[in-house]
């Protein structure tokens, strides 16, 4: 089958090969000896790919491998008791393995496509939406009417963020650098629009009447100390990631002069180990998809062999929603 490897560590543009290797056997290290077999249609790149070119993820799987967590498709076949049968259109994340024709992922992680999405949406939707949904209610508590502010609005997790957040019924403050990322959190739902360059935490408290109740953030770095600043009485700062490039430090004294709370919420890890709260997201997920709520935002579209544009477009800042890879 075609694919394409991580050869070495030299980044977006040298770091991948386009490759004919044997397909996989359906089995998958987290579920060894069974596995959910998809011929892959469409493949999600994101933000970790870009920093497994540079050895800099926190998983470093022995060179060559072949990247990509999650895809769209058609299983081929599914183990006994999976729930899935040849020929369903899954969302499936696969951890490692995606940017190939065939990809196996462990059966607690492919999820029936309903028929609303598509196959470059389903290679958006496992990743960026289950850890929306863990983050904001499971880890962030949120509760309907409450408002979240969320950093990175027109990437991946940040659209995602905005739409489950809707369907939760909590009112959205989106944070973005230019205007076209400004429209694309607009669309994807976001009631307020700041901006990074701007006196945002101020505006965030004005236009919630005082501070925020959740931040989501998956950016990091310098403006930390004015999410914290942003929230009201109870708040909560929601750990996602760390594209700004810097881990932030936060001087703890202000959470207990405001009677607020940081919170890590790392999904993949979480997750991987219980299968209940897997099973209650997915659903949770689908019935937000049925309700109209989520329409994972894809923005740019290449051909597998040119994944290495895919990875500089979002290690250049310029990615907005979910960037797929068309696998025929
Ligand atoms: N915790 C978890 O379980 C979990 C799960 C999935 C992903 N993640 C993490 O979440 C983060 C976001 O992933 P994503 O797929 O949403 O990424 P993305 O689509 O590339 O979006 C990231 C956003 O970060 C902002 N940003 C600020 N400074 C940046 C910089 N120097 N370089 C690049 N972007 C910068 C950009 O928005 P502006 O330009 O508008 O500022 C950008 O839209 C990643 O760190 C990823 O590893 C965590």
Not at 8 to 22: F, I, K, T
Not at 287 to 310: K, S, T
Request: glycine share 14%; aromatic share 6%.
């Amino acid at each position: 089958m075609k694919a394409v490897q991580i050869v070495e560590l030299s980044g977006p543009r040298g770091a991948l090969r386009v490759v004919d290797v044997p397909e996989p056997a359906p089995t998958h290290p987290a579920t060894p000896g069974r596995g959910v077999l998809v011929d892959v249609r469409a493949a999600g790149v994101s933000f970790p790919e870009v920093l497994q070119t540079r050895g800099e993820y926190q998983v470093k799987p022995e060179l060559p491998f072949i990247p990509g967590s999650e895809v769209g498709g058609v299983v081929r076949s599914a183990p006994e008791g999976a729930g899935l049968a040849p020929g369903d259109r899954v969302a499936a994340f696969c951890g490692l393995g995606g940017w190939a024709q065939v990809a196996v992922a462990p059966e607690f992680f492919a999820f029936k496509l309903p028929d609303e999405l598509d196959f470059a949406q389903a290679a958006g939707l496992v990743m960026n939406y289950h850890t929306a949904y863990f983050s904001l209610k499971l880890r962030g508590r949120l509760a309907e009417g409450e408002t979240v502010l969320v950093h990175g609005a027109a990437g991946g997790i940040g659209t995602a963020t905005l739409q489950v957040a809707r369907g939760l019924g909590a009112r959205t403050i989106a944070v973005v650098s230019t205007d076209e990322k400004e429209r694309v959190a607009r669309e994807a739902g976001a009631d307020d629009v700041v901006r990074s360059d701007a006196p945002w935490k101020d505006e965030a408290r004005e236009l919630s009447g005082g501070g925020v109740d959740v931040v989501v953030d998956p950016v990091g770095g310098d403006r930390f100390t004015d999410s914290l600043r942003s929230l009201r009485e109870g708040g909560r700062v929601v750990v996602v990631g760390f594209t700004g490039g810097s881990i932030p430090e936060v001087r703890v004294n202000r959470l207990l002069l405001n009677n607020t709370e940081v919170i890590g919420a790392g999904w993949g890890g979480y997750v991987m180990s219980k299968p209940d709260v897997n099973r209650e997201i997915g659903e949770a997920i689908t019935r937000l998809i049925e309700e109209g709520f989520i329409r994972p935002v894809v923005g740019a579209r290449f051909p597998l062999e040119q994944a290495a544009d895919a990875l500089e477009l979002i290690d250049g800042r310029g990615a907005t929603g979910k960037i797929v890879l068309d696998v025929d």
